[in-house]
């Protein structure tokens, strides 16, 4: 029996796997190929730090890839200016991510291999649906989450750091330079959010269907657009138990994530600054993840913090730490970085935010705590009983095998491919 086709319009090449949405591309595509019988086609934009010359480490899965064209500062700004500023049609990322060109060998593409099916990565790909709106694929928007939602989060933060982020690498310099100034900052944040929502009902209306990882957000979208949203969570490789060895540094606490994100820079600055000096006990944190020198440079002073920076293997550092302590200052859909460290069978301290589309209880699987004192009040209690900490980290390790392993989320993609 022939194989069918996939086309996956996708923002960044997903290997190696360094992140939690390159992780969710990866596997999503290897499922698919492996579970659905598709052949898997590619077509790329390349992130800060990518070349040409990385499709040759492409998973085997993956049949083929073509990378988009780089967009010129004159499109840049051309579609910023029509598309954003004055017809409020498109988000900021949507104006950095499109040009005619790119539409065009989209839409060429697919008249050449004439895929089955087409998948677009997040919001910010989902304006090239008209290169492909005459085929008769079945079309998927994976949103992921909901964007907007993290917007709305980050508006009211507490803290908040620069929100160009990974598009820093396709604003042009005077704008970066522009969006430091906290009430501009604050003006297209605003912005952003307005036209985000706008977009996600717009193009949600047009795709056959839309995925995200949270129950969460496919009620809310489904609340808007009846029936188009599904949900298919973010799955992991739960560590194999052989794996869970050692024993864990006494007082010492763990936190993962890409410091060149800005929703893990303030969070870390929240936790370093509001939450370690409530806790009474004498830890350290160990922060685990990619971190720029100037976030080193800024925590010099505190000898209790530790940046091992990215690392090879995680296990060995997470499992190090007596307690995973993980709030989520904002964000939206389902954290891996939550996932994992219960694979690891690692206690978790997390708040709301940090918890949402997790099927956990508080004080089952995790514990939820919300503000910066109950927080560390959690995390000396956890200290002081650590038997009790140990017995729930196992259930949530369970809750994980159980529920988020890929393999059954695989199950989930039934829904489009037969």
């Not at 029996?1 to 796997?17: G, S």
């Not at 989520?328 to 997390?350: D, F, H, W």
């Not at 095998?401 to 393999?407: A, Q």
Request: charged letters at 30%; hydrophobic letters at 35%; a neutral charge.
């Amino acid at each position: 029996m022939k194989n069918k086709k996939l086309l996956f319009v996708t923002t960044r090449l997903f290997w190696p796997t360094d992140s939690g949405r390159k992780l969710s591309l990866y596997y999503y595509c290897k499922g698919i190929h492996e579970k659905y019988n598709c052949d898997i086609y590619i077509y790329s934009f390349l992130e800060s730090g990518q070349t040409e010359e990385d499709i040759e480490e492409k998973p085997e899965f993956i049949k083929e890839v073509r990378l988009a064209d780089s967009i010129s500062k004159r499109e840049k700004i051309h579609n910023l200016l029509l598309k954003t500023m004055l017809s409020r049609k498109w988000p900021i990322q949507c104006s950095l991510y499109f040009s005619e060109q790119n539409a065009e060998h989209i839409k060429k593409y697919c008249d050449e291999i004439q895929p089955d099916y087409i998948f677009t990565d997040m919001i910010r790909t989902s304006m090239y649906y008209d290169s492909f709106k005459h085929t008769q694929a079945l079309k998927v928007l994976d949103m992921d989450d909901l964007l907007s939602a993290r917007y709305e989060r980050q508006l009211h933060a507490q803290y908040k750091s620069n929100i160009s982020g990974q598009y820093a690498g396709k604003l042009p310099g005077f704008i970066i330079k522009l969006i430091n100034n906290q009430i501009v900052r604050n003006a297209i944040l605003k912005l952003e959010r307005n036209l985000t929502v706008k977009a996600e009902i717009h193009y949600s209306k047009l795709y056959d269907k839309v995925i995200f990882v949270s129950d969460v957000e496919t009620a809310y979208l489904n609340s808007k657009v009846p029936g188009k949203a599904v949900t298919i969570p973010v799955g992991i490789n739960t560590v194999p138990e052989i794996e869970l060895t050692g024993e864990p540094e006494g007082n010492l606490l763990s936190y993962v994530g890409n410091l060149k994100v800005a929703a893990n820079v303030d969070t870390l600055h929240w936790i370093i600054s509001d939450i370690l000096p409530k806790i009474q006990h004498d830890v350290r944190f160990m922060v685990i993840g990619k971190c720029p020198d100037d976030i080193r440079s800024k925590y010099k002073d505190k000898s209790n913090i530790i940046f091992t920076g990215r690392v090879d293997n995680l296990v060995e550092y997470v499992r190090k730490s007596q307690i995973f302590l993980s709030p989520i200052l904002y964000g939206t859909g389902i954290k891996t970085k939550i996932l994992e460290a219960m694979s690891m069978e690692v206690p978790v301290v997390t708040n709301d935010i940090g918890a949402e589309g997790i099927m956990a209880r508080d004080g089952k699987e995790l514990w939820i705590r919300n503000d910066s004192a109950t927080i560390a009040e959690q995390v000396d209690y956890l200290l002081d009983h650590y038997d009790e900490a140990v017995s729930v980290a196992e259930v949530g390790r369970e809750l994980v095998e159980k529920k988020y392993e890929w393999n059954n989320i695989y199950k989930e993609f039934g829904k489009f491919f037969k």
